[in-house]
């Protein structure tokens, strides 16, 4: 298989020639049938870099352990109503900036943004160590982040966080066309399902992620909750920061 790279924005999991910024990219490749597939993203930048040779990104899927965050606006929706168009768009786009940033620093994969949601994979489509951990210290310095972002922006953002710990089904979905790389599964939705539940300003982590935790972080066990889509109560922890 013969990769065309392009720099985009979205996924830190290459490596680039240190006199490169870390960039998100998009992928081209060419099977050996020749036929040419749209793999990842948009936003062509021009650079150099090596791409991993266990990388696989072609169209199927795999089971794999990852960490997922999912971190969304609250009150974005009433917000937007309030301020022009054009303040929406530059105050999203700043705050992706920042968000994204911390994201990249810690080995997350950006998987999409969905409006004003962020959806974060740790540990695919390349596997890294300490997944869960790496998970939770972005999500505290998103946060502490925010507090700082706040104090010079005329419209103050605040977040709720979920992160969940589990296997997945990760790989290329969509057509011949186009495809995009994503995980699904149970522990994907049960993460953006903690995510609604974490109110402004929280770090709400499941039982699956505070089992396979490394590090020592404070948090407070919860009361088991409900959500949506479970029969079962869920026991979780917020992550105090």
């Given at each position: 298989?013969?990769?065309?790279?392009?720099?985009?924005?979205?996924?830190?999991?290459?490596k680039v020639w240190d006199n490169y910024p870390l960039l998100p990219i998009i992928i081209f490749y060419l099977p050996t049938s020749m036929q040419v597939k749209v793999v990842l993203f948009n936003n062509i930048f021009?650079?150099?870099?090596?791409?991993?040779?266990n990388l696989e990104l072609g169209m199927g899927g795999q089971l794999k352990d990852v960490t997922v965050l999912f971190a969304d606006i609250r009150g974005f929706t009433s917000m937007s109503e309030k301020i022009e168009p054009n303040e929406v768009v530059n105050l999203?786009?700043?705050?992706?900036?920042?968000?994204?940033?911390?994201?990249?620093?810690?080995?997350?994969?950006?998987?999409?943004i969905v409006g004003d949601e962020l959806m974060v994979v740790f540990g695919a489509p390349i596997e890294i160590e300490n997944a869960p951990d790496l998970a939770i210290q972005t999500a505290m310095e998103m946060q502490k982040q925010l507090i700082?972002?706040?104090?010079?922006?005329?419209?103050?953002?605040?977040?709720?966080?979920?992160?969940?710990?589990?296997?997945?089904?990760?790989?290329?979905?969509?057509?011949e066309i186009r495809s995009d790389y994503t995980v699904i599964?149970?522990?994907?939705?049960?993460?953006?399902?903690?995510?609604?539940?974490?109110?402004?300003?929280?770090?709400?982590?499941?039982?699956?992620?505070?089992?396979?935790?490394?590090?020592?972080?404070?948090?407070?066990?919860?009361?088991?909750?409900?959500?949506?889509?479970?029969?079962?109560?869920?026991?979780?922890?917020?992550?105090?920061?």
């Open positions: 298989m013969i990769f065309v790279l392009y720099f985009s924005t979205l996924n830190p999991h290459l021009f650079g150099e870099l090596i791409i991993d040779d999203l786009n700043k705050y992706f900036t920042e968000m994204i940033d911390i994201i990249f620093k810690y080995n997350g994969t950006l998987d999409k700082k972002f706040n104090k010079t922006s005329n419209q103050p953002i605040e977040i709720g966080i979920g992160i969940n710990s589990g296997n997945v089904i990760s790989g290329n979905i969509g057509s599964g149970d522990n994907v939705n049960l993460a953006a399902r903690l995510c609604s539940f974490a109110r402004a300003r929280k770090i709400i982590i499941s039982e699956n992620t505070f089992n396979k935790l490394k590090n020592n972080f404070q948090l407070e066990k919860l009361a088991p909750f409900s959500v949506k889509g479970k029969e079962k109560l869920i026991n979780g922890w917020e992550v105090l920061y």
